[in-house]
């Protein structure tokens, strides 16, 4: 079956440092990718997504992604972390039933 | 502009008791509707989908059942809930095809004591 994996649990990132998600899919053909961020005891919000076309994606608040296929990544990215963006961020992709996967998560930490 | 509704926020019930969970969704005609359950430190589990009124798919086996009484509404319920009920339940909504993007509603916490 299809699978969507995010191989870090949690990160800690220091504020205005660099960040890099991981996020890898199990699929054949290329798929719909998908990146969304939970706030603490909040539903999830659409950072970005990718269909088609250009592997490079941007999102909101700053996010962007790339899809490369060789690797089958599509890792979240962001020059600049805020102290606003701890959260947690998942991964998804749909599966052959076009039901959506999500990883289980990475929770982010920022600190000062 | 699209928006979609989930209440209660929060609830804690005791074990053995009744649950209605509703969301609503506004701004959009016949959605495709998700409930899914996140339990703590685990991802989000797809529970049931709906892609028209009285129209509903079951993903896993479980204590709860789902309802489309409305174009627009998704009801959760149980007749008799259990400890392992617990969990932050979320509902989603998307437009045709299933792969299309889903939008999230702020949850419900969920605890069964």
């Known amino acids: 079956a299809q699978s969507v994996t995010q191989p870090d649990i949690h990160i800690t990132v220091s504020e205005g440092a660099s960040l890099e998600l991981r996020c890898n899919y199990s699929?054949?053909?290329?798929?719909?990718l998908f990146w969304y961020v939970q706030s603490p005891g909040q539903g999830l919000q659409l950072l970005l997504k990718y269909f088609s076309g250009d592997t490079l994606v941007q999102g909101i608040k700053g996010f962007e992604a790339e899809f490369k296929r060789s690797q089958s990544s599509f890792n979240l990215r962001k020059p600049s972390v805020h102290w606003s963006d701890a959260a947690e961020y998942f991964c998804a992709a749909p599966q052959l039933n076009e039901k959506l996967t999500f990883g289980t998560g990475t929770r982010l930490t920022i600190i000062p | 502009s699209q928006t979609i509704h989930q209440w209660p926020a929060t609830l804690v019930q005791p074990v053995g008791s009744p649950l209605s969970l509703e969301c609503t969704v506004e701004?959009?005609?016949?959605?495709?509707l998700y409930w899914y359950r996140q339990a703590a430190g685990r991802g989000l589990q797809l529970l049931f989908y709906s892609v028209g009124i009285g129209q509903i798919s079951s993903e896993v086996p479980q204590n709860l059942s789902a309802s489309r009484p409305q174009d627009r509404q998704f009801i959760l319920s149980s007749k008799k809930l259990l400890l392992s009920d617990s969990g932050f339940y979320l509902c989603?909504?998307?437009?045709?095809?299933?792969?299309?993007?889903?939008?999230f509603g702020p949850g419900t916490r969920l605890l069964v004591l």
């Open positions: 701004g959009t005609s016949n959605p495709n």
């Open positions: 989603a909504w998307s437009s045709s095809p299933l792969q299309e993007t889903q939008y």
């Open positions: 699929y054949g053909a290329t798929p719909y």
